[in-house]
């Protein structure tokens, strides 16, 4: 069964350190891959996807397939940076399956 | 840019009421999606159409009906509310054969 594991509900780090959220995924085929994000008070909106390749807002993330791993990583955390992140698997047919969620806190 | 609109942010209902929440995207989008999101467990699809009057069952279909007469409009039906749908309810919408995701604000629905 396809399933997306953010281990970490809660992180908090300092501005200017880095960070890293976890994401692990159990998936059969070639996966696709998504993280989401959700700023105070605003709509859940696309960070990024790892087909794309591309950095957004400082963050990267590479897919390791050995590891099944999907983590996002930004070197200096901002506190703009606050928000509720969520990985996501597309299981086919446009279909997406979330992660639990982890809540990053910036402390200035 | 796309544009998904709930028809309500806040929603206070009683238990056995019938309730509907309306969701409405402008970019002529194919796939809708309904989801409930509760804290620890993410985001759950509940219900998706791929078109005009097709309707798939989700993750966690029981309790909830849905609806899509026009392309633009997908409704979400609780027949008989209860207690444990109150939750944070967003609406997405994708183009056909597209991954990404466009959500729209919420709704937040208390049952009494």
């Known amino acids: 069964a396809q399933r997306v594991t953010q281990p970490e509900k809660l992180l908090s780090v300092f501005k200017g350190a880095p960070v890293e959220l976890k994401c692990n995924y159990s998936?059969?085929?070639?996966?696709?891959l998504f993280w989401y994000v959700q700023y105070s008070r605003q709509r859940l909106q696309l960070l990024l996807r790892h087909i794309s390749r591309e950095s957004i807002k400082g963050f990267t993330a590479d897919l390791n397939k050995g590891e099944t791993s999907f983590h996002l990583k930004k070197p200096f955390a901002q506190e703009e940076d606050s928000a509720m992140y969520y990985c996501?698997?597309?299981?086919?047919?446009?279909?997406?399956?979330f992660g639990q969620g982890t809540r990053l806190t910036i402390n200035p | 840019d796309v544009k998904v609109t709930q028809s309500s942010r806040y929603l206070v209902k009683r238990t056995g009421e019938k309730v509907f929440l309306e969701c409405v995207q402008d970019m002529d989008h194919e796939n809708m999606f309904w989801y409930r999101q509760d804290p620890g467990l993410g985001l759950r699809l509940i219900y998706f159409?791929?078109?005009?009057?097709?309707?798939e069952k989700g993750d966690i279909p029981e309790g909830y009906s849905v609806s899509r007469e026009k392309k633009e409009r997908f409704s979400l039906i609780l027949e008989s509310a209860s207690t444990n749908q109150t939750s944070m309810y967003l609406c997405?919408?994708?183009?056909?054969?597209?991954?990404?995701?466009?959500f729209g604000p919420g709704t937040r629905l208390t049952v009494l």
């Open positions: 998936y059969s085929g070639s996966p696709e």
């Open positions: 159409s791929y078109d005009v009057k097709m309707k």
């Open positions: 997405a919408s994708s183009p056909a054969w597209e991954d990404t995701q466009y």
């Open positions: 996501a698997l597309s299981r086919g047919a446009q279909k997406l399956v």
